[in-house]
Structures are given as C-alpha cells and as structure tokens.
C-alpha cells in the first residue's frame, strides 16, 4: 500500500514542474525578485521592473506553456521582434515630451553626443572578445540608454541577441539611479555639483510646431535606417504641440503608451530564461552593457567640464551625464544629484535638454551601425 502511494506521489510530482526545477531556474526567479523588490521597496522605475520582474519570475517556473506559441507572453514578444511596440513607444514618448528646454539652449545638444562614447567602448570591447562586428553593433548600442532603438538596432544587426540586449538596456535604464551617481561624483567636484544655472528662454510656439517637421524631415534624408522611430516620436511631439488634437496626444501619451509598455516588460521578461540567461556570452553582454553605460555616463560629464573651458556663462557638469538617451530617467538623476550639493540647485529643465539631444544621439549612432553594416 505504501509503495502505491508513493508511486502515486511521484506520479503527480512528475507532472508538474516540481520535477524539472534545476538551480538556474531558482536564481533567476531571485533576480526577478529582485527587481521587484527594487520597483517596490526601493521605487526605481516600478512602470519597468515591475513587469519585467513578475514576467521572468513566471517564466522560470518549469511546465509554464506562456513563452510557448500560442501563449501570452510568445504574443508579447512577437509585437517586439516584429519592430511593431519600439516606435509605438515613441510615439507616445513624443506625446509626452516638451523639446523647449534643447530648442532653448541648443549648445547642450553637444552634450547628448559627447555622452555617447559608452557605445563605441562596448563595440570595440565585444570585437575584441570574439563577437562578431554585428553582434558588436548590437551589444555596442546598449550605451545609448534607449530601449526602443536597441531593440530596432538589434533586430537589424543581430536578432539572436535580442533577449539579452533588450534585458540589459531596460534593466541598466531602470537601475540608472544606481549606476550614475557614483561616477558623476567622482568625476565632479563639490563646487561644481552645487553650481547653479540660469532660467532658459521661452519658446515660442512656432519653434515647437516646425522643431518635430524639420526633425523628421532630416533624419528621413539622411538617417533612413532609423527613421521608423524618429519619425514616430516626432508624430507624437507634432500632435502634442499644435494644441489641437488634445485627445490624440492624451491617447498616444496615455493610453497607447501604457499598454505597449506593459506589453514591453512583459515581453522582455519572458525571455529571461535560466537556459538562455545563464551562458558566458550573456554574462559578456551584460558586463559590456554595464561598461557601455558607466563611460557613457563619464563622458558626458566629462565633455560638459570641457565645454565650461570656452563657454563664458558655466554649466553645472552633472547635465552632462544626461546626454545617456533614457528619458527623463537620466535627467532626473542629474537633478537629483545636483540638489543634493545644493538644495537650491533646480536643474530638471535644464538636464532635459542634452537628455532629449541623446535621444537623437543614440539614433544617428544606430543608423551610422547599420549603415555601415549595410542594413538598410
């Protein structure tokens, strides 16, 4: 009687995923945890940890059929491979963003190129390491700290890497206010931290009305391979700004963007399999992101200390560090560093501006990858 139980037992055991769990799957579920953990307790960027967090959590349970066809999560990165969700996220980033503070003060767009050198870092690194130049590419542009554009880059260049170049570049977006602080402090001095900046011009109306058509109309001229995006993004600033469609903005800012990013987390999450997760060449690319992401952060601080060399009126360093692409997330970190030094210091509106520039940076730096790489 007892041997029948126990075959029994096993029996049922045997049918569900108890039987198949194996230490890879328990410490990814303990990285979803923690970025759970990190949304919840620590409130960095819940809109993505949250979701991409519970997602890998899931998908690590063995005998879970989502990431299967015809599951829920397969749907949810088939909307990313097929490049449908990136430039709806831009759309409804352009709905929500005001481009006055770069229009106001065009000098600081140098500042979204000069906080670029993570990417090229991270490129020539993979070269050296044994990854192809495509799969470089795709790696190397984890350092521009825009999830959408590494998505489309690595879809063009390298799709086979696409779970692990897209975890990376929105975990490293999310975890910004870890990684950023401690080098923008080590390569500032107090003084300069609590330096203070003067208000910006107002911008007319005009200027935000033509700003997203000129855009759109340059990159589609001379950056095709990366148009989709840009041309999305700047649809989302027109509707936004003509003051008209108040009701398209609000959708495209609202309600579009929500769910894509929902459907984004997910998407990302799911393919955070202990079997695909738990490789040298995922460790490689995530230590390369990590890279990617510190001297991007450094140089741009760096080129805002160079540019104070010729500019009579100073900027405060820390606005440099925001030329990494990830809005507003990176300008908030500048802010926040800067009002620590200096609870007068008010520095948002003004880091928004080499924030948005690496916006673009990050675009002309992932149509120049493709174009040489010959993707059109």
């Known amino acids: 009687m007892i041997e029948q139980i126990q075959s029994v037992l096993h029996s049922l055991v045997a049918q569900t995923g108890l039987a198949h769990f194996w230490w890879g799957n328990f410490v990814m579920i303990a990285v979803g945890a923690t970025m759970v953990f990190l949304a919840v307790v620590k409130k960095y960027e819940p809109f993505l940890l949250i979701g991409i967090g519970f997602a890998c959590i899931v998908v690590n349970v063995p005998g879970s059929d989502l990431i299967l066809p015809g599951g829920l999560f397969h749907y949810a990165y088939r909307g990313v491979a097929l490049l449908i969700v990136p430039p709806l996220i831009f759309l409804g980033v352009g709905a929500l963003t005001d481009f006055g503070p770069m229009i106001a003060n ?15 870092v991270a490129l020539i690194l993979a070269k050296l390491i044994g990854f192809s130049l495509a799969e470089a590419g795709a790696i190397g542009i984890i350092g521009g700290a825009d999830g959408p554009m590494a998505i489309f880059v690595t879809m063009k260049l390298a799709p086979h890497l696409l779970p ?52 759109a109309l340059v990159v589609n001229l001379f950056f095709p391979p990366v148009a989709p995006l840009v041309t999305m993004l700047m649809l989302g600033n027109l509707l936004r700004e003509v003051l008209l469609v108040g009701r398209l903005a609000d959708t495209a800012g609202g309600t579009i963007l929500n769910i894509i990013t929902l ?82 210091n008010y520095l948002i509106y003004h ?26």
Request: hydrophobic content about 55%; proline content about 6%; charged content about 15%.
């Open 164 to 215: 692990q170049v897209s975890v990376a570049a929105y975990s490293y977006m999310a975890l910004m206010p870890l990684i950023q602080p401690p080098v923008m402090r080590l390569l500032t001095t107090k003084a300069e931290r609590e330096m203070g900046m003067p208000k910006l011009r107002d911008v007319t109306r005009l200027e935000k009305i033509l700003f997203p058509i000129v855009i």
């Open 263 to 344: 459907i984004l987390t997910m998407a990302i999450g799911s393919t955070m399999t202990a079997d695909t997760f738990l490789t040298s060449k995922t460790l490689a690319i995530v230590g390369l992101g990590l890279i990617a992401f510190v001297f991007g952060t450094g140089s741009g601080v760096v080129t805002a200390k160079f540019m104070n060399l010729f500019l009579k009126q100073k900027i405060n360093p820390l606005v440099g560090s925001a030329g990494i692409a990830s809005v507003p997330i990176a300008a908030r970190v500048s802010h926040k560093v800067a009002h620590e030094a200096n609870p007068r």
């Open 106 to 120: 065009p000098k600081l767009v140098l500042l979204g190129a000069g906080a670029h050198l993570g990417i090229f």
């Open 351 to 376: 880091a928004m501006g080499p924030n948005l520039a690496g916006v673009f940076g990050t675009a002309i730096s992932g149509g120049i990858l493709l174009a040489l790489l010959g993707v059109r």
